[in-house]
Each structure stands twice: as structure tokens, then as C-alpha cells.
């Protein structure tokens, strides 16, 4: 069964303080793997998609990437307005649904 | 341009009594996805639909909920005698098509509380 693990719960940081969220899966094939960002009452808001180990995203402050296991959300001198829930998610090569991790609640102090 | 829309936004109803939540997707998006999310959880996949067909459902958690997709745009999720344990927040999203690496566009949810 797909499975999506994201790790540490809960992550305080200051304001300039890079940083870096887990997510460990397991997938029967990997199709995509999904990083979101949601806001507190909205949607999940989409960030990247990455394909295959070692490929890397960037967009401003992050940078995700991907090994077979394992992929990292790696925030370079957050700001307070980077607070947010970051959700990984899994689709894989066998079917339609994505299923998504728990989240990793960031909060960024001025 | 407009994105998901789902309404209502917030829905309080009463323990045993029926819900429709709906949910208008971006146009020209074929695939769409219901998913429910509770407090500090990420979102559980319910159904899957690709134009008018349900081409998943195995999330659905009993036949009390079902969902409907008739004209292969907006689809509504019903849930019949509520129970307390029902109470979420409901998200739907839609991607151009399902079969490939399409990201979701998500809504922003209808919150159900069942009394």
C-alpha cells in the first residue's frame, strides 16, 4: 500500500533560519511525487512535481528534491510570511489518486 | 482565471440528516478529485472521476456517501443520514486530465459539522 511520511510534525523557525522538511514514501511505482503548501482554512496550494531520483525544483525560497526513498523541502532564509502546513503527496504509476502525507507545520518568528 | 469553487463553505446539519456539498472545477479540467481532510491530517482521497465516469471510488467510506458527476463538470458529494464522526473539511480539485502528471487545483473546501 502507498504510504507518505513527512517528518518532523512541527517546525519553528527564525526568521532567516534555513531549514529542511522530510517525506519519506513508498510507492509500487513512483509517477509523480507532489509538494503543496496550504494556508490555514484553503486548499493546498501546488508547488512542484518531481519525477525521478535526483532531480531538484526551485521556487524563490524552495527547493525540493527527490531520491527513491526519500524527498526534502529545503527553505533558505524563510520569512514570516513562508508559514504555512507543506504537504507531500504520491501518485503512482498504477492508478489516479494521490495520496498525500500528513504535513509539516511551519512556523517562521520575525 | 477563476479556479475551483466549491460551496457552501461552511454546512452545520444534524445528526441522520442528508448533505449535498458541490463543486464547480477549472474549466476545461477533466479529472476531478473529492478528498476530505480533518485537523491536523493531510487529504484523504474519497473519488476520482474523468469526465462523467467514477473512475475510482475506492475511498468512498461506506454507501452512505456517493458522488455524481453527470454532465462532466460540476459534481456534487452527498452524504446521506450524517453521523457525527462525518464532520470534515471537504476539498475538491480538479487537473486538466488524470492521466498523466497534471497537479490538482484545490478549493478551498466545504467544512461540515454534524451536530
Known amino acids: 500500500e502507498d504510504q507518505v511520511t513527512q517528518s518532523p510534525e512541527a517546525l519553528r523557525l527564525q526568521e532567516g533560519e534555513s531549514s529542511s522538511l522530510n517525506c519519506s514514501y513508498t510507492?509500487?511505482?513512483?509517477?509523480?511525487l507532489f509538494w503543496y503548501r496550504q494556508d490555514p482554512g484553503k486548499g493546498p496550494e501546488f508547488l512542484f512535481t518531481?519525477?525521478?531520483a535526483g532531480e531538484e525544483k526551485e521556487k524563490e525560497r524552495l527547493k525540493a528534491t527527490l531520491t527513491k526513498k526519500e524527498s526534502f523541502l529545503h527553505i533558505t532564509a524563510p520569512k514570516p510570511e513562508d508559514s504555512a502546513t507543506y504537504l507531500c503527496?504520491?501518485?503512482?504509476?498504477?492508478?489516479?489518486?494521490?495520496?498525500f502525507g500528513a504535513g509539516t507545520r511551519l512556523f517562521v518568528k520575525a | 482565471g477563476a479556479g475551483v469553487s466549491q460551496t457552501p463553505s461552511n454546512k452545520v446539519t444534524e445528526k441522520g440528516k442528508y448533505v449535498e456539498l458541490r463543486c464547480d472545477p477549472i474549466?476545461?479540467?477533466?479529472?476531478l478529485y473529492w478528498y476530505r481532510q480533518s485537523l491536523g491530517q493531510g487529504p484523504e482521497f474519497l473519488i476520482y472521476?474523468?469526465?462523467?465516469?467514477?473512475?475510482?471510488d475506492s475511498g468512498l467510506p461506506n454507501d452512505r456517501f456517493f458522488a455524481v458527476r453527470p454532465e462532466g463538470s460540476v459534481s456534487t458529494l452527498k452524504i446521506q443520514r450524517t453521523e457525527r464522526g462525518d464532520s470534515a473539511v471537504y476539498l475538491c480539485?480538479?487537473?486538466?486530465?488524470?492521466?498523466?502528471?497534471?497537479?490538482?487545483?484545490f478549493g478551498n473546501g466545504t467544512r461540515l459539522t454534524v451536530t
Open positions: 503527496a504520491v501518485r503512482n504509476t498504477g492508478g489516479f489518486k494521490t495520496i
Open positions: 510507492v509500487s511505482g513512483l509517477r509523480g
Open positions: 474549466s476545461g479540467h477533466t479529472a
Open positions: 472521476f474523468q469526465g462523467t465516469g467514477a473512475a475510482d
Open positions: 480539485a480538479s487537473s486538466l486530465t488524470g492521466a498523466n502528471n497534471s497537479p490538482l487545483h
Open positions: 518531481l519525477y525521478s
